[in-house]
């Protein structure tokens, strides 16, 4: 046996037969054509590229059917690369002036665009570069008149492992038969990478040459989760494997069956699981998962989705199918939590580049400094909060005094639309985002002056620690188990529970299994997470005790550092819930 | 002619897919327009020309349209800008380009 290492683009554990992809490129047989005959020549090249937009176009609709939009994005990009005019305009020179054949003509322009890429020293962009070979390779093909290689119409299951599969190459692997794949080259970040995980098929790539090394057909393991490919396992590695992919989709399969009775403790406790959502849509993604309601409806996609401001009839409309879809579950919408930069440059005013966004003009900031942006969403939420269960929430709170002001200009458009005689709910509860470090130490007289808060743990962690969440070189400092985390979370319970005031936690955290004893554990009855995660959340709390949350709670609270309190937690979720612990 | 500076706040630079959106954007202009990063100039146009800016997230450029609607089509291009690209976006809980919690 022997194991190879890349990184994992996509989870899940596949075994089976290797197919090996052969490494040899499209071979281009005539170089050169006589010059009278350019016209022709160009005239079969255009023909060749009307066929390759034709594929691109299929491929762009089986994409954004199959898997979504964005994926569907890539295609249409490598649309637009095949109608670029630089492209035409460069293998004409070259057909004509030097009577280059037109297959060896694109074959050198976009080879050297993509040699070009490779050395622009920004390693996503050079990835890009397979975008180019894929297109060059499917010009080739139209005008060799090739059949495309088959990997779409397979008979029998199997791993593919290649020097490097193109966007489109991956995009119409057969589901049904390909169980994963591996390649030599590539990165997290590659289109490759991006709709392996989309398809939901186990992938590795960046393993490095190993092609020379196995022959096809032989039994290869493809483990997703780690990055890691056994070629040629031995039967009790195989019989491992296959046990642990078997039990992991029984675990899957049973929590989502049992995932729509309410989540109580084994002492019956009840806690309230909630959704995340940002698209009305996945409010039906939440219900079918068994959410009690939604917890947190980020409304941003209405301000960055579309060229125009939006009018309160968009909001409205957007609230209300939400609403509908969740019939009498409560829900939770947030107002504008973005920066300045996004927002106000669709008004068309200019706005300053700020040296530090996460510290800037954002958010509630942003709403209180836009008063007509901000009445635009409140006015549409209190008429839409006639339809349901639906509750306002203020993001990024730092002191009363806006917390007051935000207030304030509620009751000024409730006036507003009384004047007017307008249809809605006068008395929409309040609550309040803790996430900004002053607020959770300021959570007692907060906790008199709204009717809920919602700790988001993301940009709680991200202030406390001052490390941006998003910028990989100061991701080890950004620790979701750190004690000053955990100790600010604990004064917000506190101070919630001593003015009997609801309380969730809505950031990542709570998605993930093993903080889930130790915020029960803390004093929390809600929690709101991704939507996927509702059914393991929930099967959690079903595994324990308060008694034995509690006790974990404080034992994680006694510990001095983040690493120790992770690890601790995972021992703990093993222990409660061993089916969920890794 | 119009000019205006953009600034590219896309997270991994100006890449193909927002490349591409650009010259979607400006296909039916019949006029002049580049967009410029100091001594480089790529035609809007081509998707191949774009990805040679080498624009990555910080970059100020220069869009420069000359012809009929070059107002229009520079708008459309700062919009585009503006809106870091809507096709950036992945739809997926917890995507923290739009805030997060």
């Known amino acids: 046996m022997i194991v190879k290492r890349g990184v994992a683009v996509s989870p899940g554990v596949a075994i089976g037969p290797a197919m090996v992809m052969g490494t040899e490129a499209v071979r281009i047989r005539r170089r050169f054509i006589r010059a009278d005959t350019a016209d022709a020549e160009l005239a079969r090249f255009r023909s060749a590229l009307e066929n390759v937009c034709q594929e691109i176009v299929t491929n762009e609709q089986l994409a954004t059917e199959q898997i979504g ?18 492209l035409h305009s460069e293998v004409d020179e070259l057909v004509r002036k030097r009577h280059y054949s037109p297959e060896f003509a694109a074959s050198q322009v976009l080879r050297k665009y993509a040699h070009q890429l490779q050395s622009l020293g920004n390693s996503y962009l050079a990835e890009r570069a397979t975008d180019l070979f894929d297109l060059e390779r499917r010009i080739l093909r139209n005008l060799l008149n090739e059949q495309k290689e088959d990997l779409a119409h397979l008979t029998e299951d199997v791993i593919v492992l290649a020097r490097n599969l193109t966007p489109s190459e991956t995009a119409v692997l057969d589901r049904k038969h390909v169980l994963g794949f591996a390649t030599e080259i590539g990165g997290a970040t590659s289109h490759t990478a991006i709709l392996a995980g989309a398809l939901e098929l186990p992938a590795i790539v960046g393993v490095g040459n190993f092609l020379t090394e196995i022959s096809g057909g032989t039994t290869v393991i493809l483990d997703g989760n780690h990055g890691e490919l056994l070629i040629d396992p031995d039967e009790a590695t195989i019989s491992r494997y296959r046990d642990a992919a078997k039990k992991a989709r029984a675990v899957a399969a049973r929590i989502l069956k049992v995932s729509q009775r309410t989540a109580e403790t084994k002492d019956q406790v009840r806690v309230h699981v909630h959704g995340n959502i940002e698209f009305p849509e996945e409010a039906d993604h939440c219900i079918e998962r068994g959410a009690d309601g939604i917890g947190l409806y980020r409304t941003e996609f209405l301000y960055l989705a579309g060229a125009h401001e939006r009018t309160e009839q968009d909001h ?38 700020c040296t530090n966004p996460e510290l800037g003009l954002r958010s509630i900031r942003l709403s209180l400094d836009n008063l007509q942006l901000f009445k635009t969403q409140l006015r549409a939420i209190l008429r839409a909060a006639t339809q349901g269960r639906v509750s306002v929430m203020f993001p990024l709170i730092s002191s009363l005094l806006e917390l007051r002001q935000a207030k304030m200009i509620l009751e000024d458009v409730k006036e507003d639309l009384t004047e007017e005689g307008a249809e809605f709910n006068p008395s929409v509860p309040i609550g309040i985002m803790v996430e900004v470090p002053s607020a959770a130490l300021m959570a007692a007289e907060f906790a008199r002056e709204v009717d809920f808060f919602s700790i988001g743990t993301n940009d709680l962690i991200q202030y406390t620690l001052a490390a941006d969440r998003s910028d990989p070189a100061v991701a080890k400092y950004y620790n979701s ?14 101070a919630a529970s001593e003015s009997g005031l609801p309380v969730t936690v809505c950031g990542q955290m709570s998605s993930d299994p093993k903080f889930v004893p130790l915020l029960v ?4 009855r809600n929690l709101s997470t991704t939507p996927l995660a509702v059914p393991e959340v929930k099967e959690v709390i079903r595994s324990l005790t308060i008694a034995q949350a509690e006790q974990i709670a404080a034992s994680a609270l006694e510990l001095d550092l983040a690493s120790n309190v992770e690890g601790f937690l995972r021992g703990e979720l093993l222990r409660v819930c061993p089916d969920l612990a890794e | 002619m119009i000019r205006r500076t953009v600034t590219v706040t896309l997270e991994n630079g100006l890449h193909m897919v927002p490349a591409s959106e650009i010259a979607k954007a400006v296909r039916d202009f019949s006029g002049r327009v580049v967009i410029r990063r100091e001594d480089i100039v790529a035609d809007a146009r081509s998707v191949l020309d774009l990805l040679q800016l080498r624009a990555e997230c910080g970059t100020n450029l220069e869009v420069e349209a000359e012809g009929d609607g070059d107002a229009l089509v520079v708008d459309a291009i700062a919009q585009l800008f503006a809106l870091n690209f809507a096709v950036e976006r992945r739809p997926a809980a917890g995507s923290a380009g739009t805030g997060g919690t």
């Open chain 1, 481 to 494: 188990a750190d004690p000053a985390v955990l100790r600010l979370i604990r004064m917000v319970v506190r």
């Open chain 1, 69 to 86: 939009k964005q994926y569907g994005a890539i295609f249409s990009a490598h649309l637009q690369l095949a109608r670029d005019p630089r």
């Open chain 1, 316 to 353: 409205f409309d957007a609230y209300r199918s939400v609403i509908e879809r969740v019939g009498d579950r409560p829900v939770v919408i947030r107002t504008l939590d973005l920066g300045a930069d996004k927002v106000l440059a669709v008004a068309d005013e200019p706005v300053e580049r």
């Open chain 1, 521 to 524: 554990g803390m004093g929390l």
